[in-house]
């Protein structure tokens, strides 16, 4: 699970992606695996769509789309990116299947993910401080939310992140949501305040976006 989790934090430096630009002026299409139904992504096997949370066409025209399907344990996953153009903040959603019903909760998920921030923010001798985690319920979710900060070092400049998170669990089926806003890019910015109270409506709409499609469901 945890070499799942670490796919997923990696694929922005690392994976293939789609959309963008060309020659930093010219949408790019936006070629996947997965299907698009204007802003709302399918994934290849179906077991989840989300919305682009983005606010404006424009916005949409230039958003880098990532996407990646791995294995382990038993375990399917399917994910993907959305690069939001303007302040490079991004927006994923990571989907489980499993093959039996699996003795995991929402808040093991929430942990596995900040062993990996922690694992590797100290490559960058860089910190993580979770400043919320608590079980909360999010549009027709019922799952586990959390709020966290991540300084560290990018060069000469000291990058400051918020990385927000969303995990929940039904039947078969697991996801997690995640929101990651960089500060120098939002011209230094403080970040809203709702996030901490769980109350931001551009993440909160994200997570309500999300369709969750168990196998048990087809049968």
Request: one cysteine or more.
């Amino acid at each position: 699970m945890k070499r799942l989790v670490t796919v997923v934090v990696l694929l922005t430096l690392l994976g293939g992606c789609a959309g963008g630009t060309i020659g930093g002026l010219i949408p790019a299409p936006k070629i996947l695996n997965g299907s698009l139904d204007g802003m709302r992504y399918t994934a290849p096997n179906e077991t989840f769509s989300v919305v682009a949370p983005v606010e404006s066409s424009s916005e949409w025209l230039y958003t880098k789309v990532h996407e990646a399907t791995d294995t382990a344990e038993n375990i399917l996953m399917n994910s993907v990116i959305f690069e939001l153009p303007y302040d490079m903040s991004y927006y994923s959603t990571i989907v489980y299947q499993y093959e039996v019903v699996p003795q995991i909760e929402p808040w093991m998920l929430f942990s596995n993910l900040y062993d990996v921030w922690v694992t590797e923010m100290k490559r960058h001798g860089g910190k993580v401080e979770v400043v919320v985690a608590e079980d909360r319920e999010i549009a027709s979710y019922d799952g586990h939310y959390g709020v966290a900060n991540v300084n560290f070092t990018d060069g000469s400049d000291i990058e400051r992140k918020l990385i927000i998170s969303f995990t929940t669990c039904e039947a078969l089926i697991c996801a997690v949501t995640l929101a990651e806003l960089n500060s120098s890019r939002r011209g230094n910015a403080e970040f809203p305040e709702s996030i901490k109270t769980g109350s931001w409506e551009r993440f909160n709409d994200y997570v309500a976006s999300l369709n969750l499609k168990n196998p048990e469901d087809a049968e």
